[in-house]
């Protein structure tokens, strides 16, 4: 049974940082797609940064240069560290695997907000 667990989502003012954590169970964050998504109020969810199955990494454009996707492949755990936090980034994100067959997984996801 896959299990995604994240963590550190919380309040910060703007121009502070955050790093999410996401504790994988159930599936091998090393050999399988696995990403971040956010939602903003009103909003659809967007993909913020991802590992492609060849351990490359995307994000887009809007946190290009202030946010880090990272693995910790011991601890079966991915990372987001964000930086330079704007309003804008203020959001649930949700930590996303995509295992056999393209079946995807979801965790239930952690609020950051970022006041002005």
């Known amino acids: 049974q896959v299990q995604l667990v994240e963590s550190g989502g919380g309040l910060v003012q703007a121009g502070g940082s955050l790093r999410l954590s996401c504790a994988a169970s159930g599936i091998n964050i090393r050999l399988n797609p696995m990403g971040w998504y956010r939602q903003a109020p009103g909003k659809q969810r967007e993909l913020v940064a991802a590992?492609?199955?060849?351990?490359?990494?995307n994000y887009a454009d809007s946190v290009k240069d202030r946010f880090i996707i990272f693995r910790d492949i011991a601890k079966n755990t991915l990372y987001l560290q964000m930086n330079s936090l704007k309003p804008d980034d203020t959001a649930v994100y949700s930590c996303?695997?995509?295992?056999?067959?393209?079946?995807?997984?979801w965790g239930k996801g952690t609020l950051v907000t970022v006041s002005s």
């Open positions: 590992f492609t199955r060849g351990g490359n990494t």
């Open positions: 996303n695997a995509n295992g056999l067959g393209d079946t995807e997984y």
